[in-house]
C-alpha cells in the first residue's frame, strides 16, 4: 500500500464512545501552559452534571505505564473538591510530561541504556481494566498525534489543544498561547528603559521551536526593531545593519525578539540536545545573536532568554475563558457520541474536527499574513 492509500484508509477510521457513558479519563501531556487546570476544572463539572466519574491519570500517560513511582497511586478521582479553585491557577494538578509518548517509551534496558518501546497495547488495557469508557487528552501536537493512534487501536479520544507555541493547526488559537504573549509583551516593555538607559542592543529570546508565533505576536506588540522566527531565515548583517541605522537616527538603542528556533540562512537550528522519548531542545539563538550584533556594530549587547517564564503564572482572561469552553466542549463531544476528534476555537464558536485532519501539518507563521504585513511596514526588520 503506498502512503496516499494508507493516508486515506486512516482518514476513514470513526469511533464512537458507548452509548452510556459512566467513567472517563483526562490526562495532560507535553510542556505545561496556563490553561490547563481551567480545562480540567469545566470537563469535570461538566461531565459530573451529566453523571460521569473522572480520573485523572497522573503525567500524562506515566500514572499508567509506570504506577510503582506513585505511592498514592497513578491515578487520582477528580470531584467537585478536586477541582475547586483551580481557574485561576498554572500547571496541572493531575502533572504533566513530554517523555511518556507510549508508542516510543523510554525504557532502561539491560545494558543500563535507554530504547524506545511501543507499551501502546498495554496502554489501551489498561484503559479499559479501569473500566473507563473514553479518555479526554489535554496536549499540544504530540500529544494529539499520539491520541490520533490511540484512536485507531479502539480507544474513543476527544482531543483539546494546548500549546503557547500556537502551532496546532485547525483552530485559530490554541489555549495559553494568549498568556505566554502577554508575558513576553510586559518584559519586552520593561527591557526597553533599560536598553534605553544604557543604549544598548537588548535580544529577547522566547520559545517558539518550529513557529514563531511568539515571537511575532510579541515583538510587534512590544514595538521591537527585529524580529527572527524559524519561518524566516535571517542574515545576521541585516539585523545589524537595522540597529545602525537607528543610531544614525540618534536611536541609540535597539530592541531584538529571537524564537528560539530562528536560524541563519546559511546555519541551522541552536539544539541543546537530543534526547531519547523526547523532542529536542532548543537555545543559545539569542546568546549567539546577542555576540554577533555586538562585533558587527561595536554596540554594547545583552541577551534575556524567558524560557519557561512563559509557560507559568495565571492564564489570561482570554486564555481562562477559551480553556473553560474547551473543556465543556470536549464533554459534550463525547455526549453527542463523538470520538476521535479536536475541538477547535472557530469564531464565534467551538466546533470539532476529525484529530487526523489536526495533526497533518503544523501551523507555521504565514509569510503574507496581516502581522507579518504590519510589522514590515512599521519598519521592523525580520533579518531577510
Request: proline share 4%; hydrophobic share 40%; glycine share 12%.
Amino acid at each position: 500500500m503506498n502512503t496516499q492509500e494508507e493516508e486515506a484508509t486512516e482518514e476513514e477510521i470513526t469511533i464512537s464512545p458507548p452509548e452510556s457513558i459512566k467513567r472517563i479519563a483526562i490526562s495532560t501531556g507535553g510542556g505545561d501552559a496556563p490553561g490547563l487546570n481551567a480545562v480540567i476544572r469545566s470537563a469535570v463539572l461538566c461531565a459530573m452534571r451529566r453523571g460521569w466519574e473522572c480520573i485523572g491519570i497522573r503525567d500524562g500517560y506515566n500514572g499508567l505505564l509506570t504506577p510503582e513511582q506513585y505511592p498514592r497511586g497513578g491515578t487520582i478521582l477528580l470531584d467537585h473538591e478536586k477541582v475547586r479553585g483551580i481557574t485561576h491557577l498554572g500547571g496541572t494538578i493531575i502533572g504533566t510530561t513530554n517523555r511518556g509518548n507510549p508508542f516510543s517509551y523510554p525504557t532502561l534496558g539491560k545494558d543500563g541504556t535507554l530504547h524506545e518501546v511501543d507499551r501502546s497495547d498495554e496502554l489501551v488495557e489498561k484503559i479499559k481494566d479501569l473500566g473507563i469508557d473514553a479518555l479526554i487528552t489535554i496536549g499540544g501536537d504530540g500529544s494529539m498525534r499520539i491520541a490520533y493512534d490511540l484512536c485507531k487501536k479502539g480507544l474513543p479520544i476527544v482531543g483539546v489543544p494546548k500549546t503557547i507555541d500556537n502551532d496546532l493547526d485547525k483552530t485559530v488559537v490554541t489555549f495559553g498561547f494568549d498568556s505566554a504573549v502577554s508575558f513576553a509583551t510586559e518584559c519586552i516593555d520593561r527591557l526597553h528603559s533599560t536598553a534605553e538607559a544604557h543604549r544598548r542592543i537588548m535580544v529577547i529570546e522566547v520559545m517558539g521551536r518550529y513557529a514563531g508565533w511568539i515571537a511575532l505576536n510579541a515583538g510587534v506588540s512590544g514595538t521591537a526593531d527585529a524580529i527572527l522566527i524559524p519561518e524566516i531565515p535571517f542574515d545576521i548583517e541585516k539585523v545589524a545593519e537595522r540597529t545602525r541605522e537607528r543610531v544614525r537616527n540618534g536611536k541609540m538603542f535597539s530592541i531584538i525578539v529571537v524564537a528560539e528556533g530562528a536560524r541563519p540562512i546559511d546555519g541551522q537550528r541552536y539544539v541543546i540536545d537530543r534526547e531519547i522519548g523526547r523532542a529536542e531542545r532548543l537555545g543559545g539563538i539569542g546568546a549567539a545573536v546577542s555576540q554577533q550584533l555586538q562585533e558587527l556594530t561595536g554596540q554594547e549587547s545583552r541577551h534575556v532568554v524567558l524560557g519557561h517564564l512563559q509557560r507559568g503564572g495565571q492564564p489570561t482572561t482570554f486564555d481562562r475563558l477559551l480553556s473553560l469552553r474547551f473543556g465543556a466542549a470536549a464533554i459534550r463531544a463525547l455526549d453527542e457520541g463523538n470520538a476521535g476528534v479536536m475541538v477547535v476555537l472557530d469564531p464565534p464558536t467551538v466546533q470539532y474536527v476529525p484529530l487526523y485532519q489536526a495533526t497533518r501539518r503544523m501551523k507555521t507563521v504565514p509569510l503574507d499574513s496581516d502581522t507579518v504585513i504590519t510589522a514590515r511596514d512599521l519598519g521592523i526588520s525580520f533579518g531577510d
